[in-house]
C-alpha cells in the first residue's frame, strides 16, 4: 500500500493531467474521479506545493462559473504523466 504522501502526490499529478487536458471544474472532476468535493478543492489548492501552477478562469456571471487550467507544470513532465496514468490511477482509486 502507497503512503498517504504517495497517494496524495499521485492524486495532484491525476487532477493537473486531467484539468491540463480539457476543462473541468469542480463537479466535471467530482463526477470524472469520484473523489469528495472537499478533496478536490484541497488538492488543486495544493498544486502549487508541488511547483504546478494552477488557476481557475472566471468563465460566467457568478464566481463558480469557470474552470481550471493548468498555467505551469514547473518541473513536472506532463508528457511523463499521461505516459503513467494508469499507474496513477491504481494508486489513487485505493482511497476512493
Request: charged fraction near 30%.
Amino acid at each position: 500500500m502507497p503512503s498517504k504522501q504517495r497517494r496524495a502526490y499521485c492524486r495532484k499529478l491525476l487532477l493537473a493531467h486531467l484539468v491540463g487536458a480539457e476543462r473541468h471544474d469542480l463537479r466535471t472532476l467530482e463526477s470524472r474521479t469520484g473523489m469528495p468535493r472537499r478533496t478536490l478543492q484541497d488538492s488543486l489548492a495544493d498544486l502549487a506545493d508541488i511547483g504546478i501552477a494552477c488557476v481557475f478562469v472566471q468563465d460566467g456571471p457568478k464566481n463558480n462559473h469557470g474552470y481550471y487550467r493548468i498555467d505551469d507544470w514547473g518541473d513536472h513532465d506532463p508528457a511523463w504523466v499521461a505516459g503513467n496514468l494508469e499507474r496513477l490511477e491504481r494508486e489513487v482509486s485505493e482511497l476512493f
